[in-house]
């Protein structure tokens, strides 16, 4: 439990989720410390940076600080989130993975050195502008997660978070929707409070991220064929990079019927491609699970998300060892990438989830 009048470090982008968290911490009584971090930004206009980690995110969030008579210190993290996050990027792309920056984010940056440095400068805890709602379980002592209310749940992000980590978290926002945070956001005059949401990725707001890695990591993109499941060769690529599972625009083969990228061998620099069908998975195996409950010894039943906007689908979550998971759908899958998360719900509440590494027909 963490008292009111602790101090709390609150991660503020400049939009209004983490802005009306601080005015959330500071109207129940926490001693308020706002920090913005300033990352690495790889848009268009990039002297102004990113809308929620570049110049202009920062004084929005300094704006919202002097509004709210908190400090505010702005922090370059820069070279971490490039060793981290960014290196992580390129290298899964390069091996025919589609990655999900924002949860290496969260688990490296943010809760990771970013909670170190609040924990060094005498903060009791470290507070985002997440949508999702901190539980402690009584019973076994763990800490849990919930989803967040309707649509703005972003649970899905935050699975990885270590009990340790979530022991110094607060989710100020998270038994709140969106609609109610802009709403106190108007009602305190927070000057964000009409600021549009950002959709993209933080260092890449303009979403062309192909572009960036053929300038960042060009040694994901060798050339290779285009092969169709049958094993018929359709074409050549110039990098898998370029590819996505799921995808099927911009191929550059011609077929009778319409194709899709159903996987890769990045051993030969292959893409594979195949109809709708072939995209449909029945079992997935996921590495690098983080359990939230205590970690199964057997088979357990869940719901299970493959990506953040997919709807969830019921699935037998089955151990494996190495820190891994086989999970099996009631109904098969279209497209689980590997790279992405795969998220572990029974109701609300997240039992965890691991990263896809791999996918199996029946």
């Known amino acids: 439990m963490i008292e009111a009048r602790a101090r709390v470090v609150v991660a503020m982008s400049g939009g209004v989720d983490s802005s009306t968290a601080a005015a959330l911490l500071k109207r129940d009584g926490y001693e308020v410390v706002g920090v913005a971090l300033r990352l690495p930004f790889y848009g268009n206009g990039a002297a102004a940076g990113s809308p929620c980690c570049g110049v202009k995110g920062i004084e929005d969030a300094r704006r919202v600080a002097g509004k709210l008579g908190i400090p505010f210190y702005a922090l370059d993290f820069r070279d971490e989130f490039r060793r981290s996050v960014i290196a992580d990027f390129c290298r899964a792309y390069g091996e025919g993975r589609t990655p999900n920056p924002c949860v290496r984010c969260n688990e490296w940056i943010k809760f990771g050195k970013l909670l170190d440095r609040a924990r060094a400068l005498g903060a009791d805890c470290l507070a985002t502008g997440h949508y999702v709602r901190k539980e402690p379980d009584k019973r076994t002592g763990r800490i849990g997660l919930r989803t967040g209310r309707g649509e703005d749940d ?24 969106k609609e109610e945070v802009r709403r106190l956001a108007k009602q305190w005059a927070l000057p964000v409070h009409d600021k549009p949401g950002s959709q993209d990725l933080c260092f890449l707001p303009d979403g062309r991220y192909r572009d960036f890695l053929r300038a960042e990591c060009p040694e994901a993109f060798r050339p ?41 061998r990045p051993d030969d620099d292959a893409v594979i491609v195949g109809e709708k069908e072939h995209l449909l998975r029945s079992e997935i195996v996921a590495g690098e699970v983080n359990w939230l409950v ?11 998300k493959i990506r ?32 992405q998360a795969a998220v572990f719900y029974r109701g609300d509440a997240v039992l965890g989830g691991g990263t896809i590494q791999s996918t199996l027909n029946d």
Request: charged share 15%; aromatic share 8%.
């Open 294 to 304: 205590a970690p199964p010894q057997d088979a357990m039943s869940a719901r299970v």
């Open 154 to 177: 972003q649970s899905y992000f935050l699975f990885c978070l270590s009990q340790q980590q979530l022991q110094h978290a607060l989710f100020p926002v998270g038994g709140h929707t």
């Open 224 to 264: 290779g064929p285009i092969l169709h499941v049958s094993g018929e060769a359709l074409g050549r690529h110039e990098g898998i990079a370029d590819y996505t599972v799921g995808q099927r625009r911009g191929l550059g083969i011609a077929h009778g019927q319409a194709l899709y990228v159903v996987g890769f």
């Open 308 to 339: 953040y906007n997919h709807a969830g689908a019921d699935a037998e979550v089955v151990p494996v060892g190495d820190g891994k998971v086989r999970i099996r759908f009631a109904e098969p899958q279209e497209a689980p990438c590997p790279g």
